[in-house]
């Protein structure tokens, strides 16, 4: 979810949809007398049901009317959980730039969100599975010797070695470790899956460099800092 404002009523929100992927709709009255709180609605990683009128000639879709299907419980009102939507949902606008239907991809988006929401231990981690799981989906897996407990993982190719590379952009040993944990992690795992917060930090860096160097719209990040400030 991500919108600008247009005019002194609108907005133009770009939301990630089950049925057309990903679709820039005209809000009006976002603001103002008659919005009915429509703006509050436009969060990031906020889950809606809407009415829209699509065209696949239209670049900017009409949307009819919309409301929140699901209430968050608490990310709205947890510092650690709301920084973290606000991260993903940066990172899926700077990633996610097909107009298609791509239901698996919607639902595991939807079904992270859902569980971070009821989440009571490991929210910390959350983030960092949420970013190793969706190399799955963006095809980007990582292809990790689970057998070898000393290597490195090559960004540049996405596959370990047991060799450091020449260049900068792989993960040391206890990175590349961590991160094959955390692909091949269950959901369910997560409440119990700890870090601390050095390789938390430096492991997340890594993982937007992995991201960024297979997606040029990958760009800058910049709720980064903040997300890094919540946790420090």
């Not at 969100?113 to 009821?118: F, R, S, T, V």
């Not at 060799?163 to 409440?191: G, R, W, Y």
Request: a neutral charge; proline letters at 3%.
């Amino acid at each position: 979810m991500h919108f600008i404002k247009f005019g002194e009523t609108s907005v133009i929100a770009t939301i990630y949809t089950e049925r057309f992927g990903r679709q820039s709709y005209m809000v009006n009255s976002a603001f103002g007398k008659n919005a009915k709180n429509k703006a509050s609605l436009l969060q990031p990683m906020f889950l809606l049901e809407m009415v829209v009128y699509h065209k696949q000639t239209r670049e900017v879709q009409r949307l009819k009317e919309f409301k929140t299907y699901t209430a968050f419980q608490t990310i709205p009102f947890n510092v650690n959980k709301s920084a973290q939507t606000i991260f993903i949902a940066e990172v899926l606008f700077k990633l996610l730039r097909e107009e298609e239907s791509n239901p698996e991809l919607y639902h595991f988006i939807e079904t992270s969100i859902l569980y971070l929401d009821q989440m009571k231990e490991g929210v910390n981690n959350f983030h960092l599975f949420f970013l190793a799981k969706l190399t799955s989906f963006l095809g980007i897996y990582p292809n990790i010797d689970s057998e070898e407990n000393s290597s490195w993982l090559d960004m540049k190719k996405g596959t370990s070695t047991t060799t450091e590379p020449a260049h900068s952009m792989f993960m040391d040993k206890e990175q590349t470790d961590v991160f094959n944990q955390l692909v091949n992690l269950n959901i369910d795992d997560l409440p119990r899956f700890c870090l601390n917060r050095p390789l938390r930090k430096s492991l997340l860096a890594k993982m937007v460099d992995y991201y960024r160097e297979h997606f040029e719209s990958m760009g800058e990040i910049k709720s980064l800092p903040v997300l890094n400030e919540v946790f420090k």
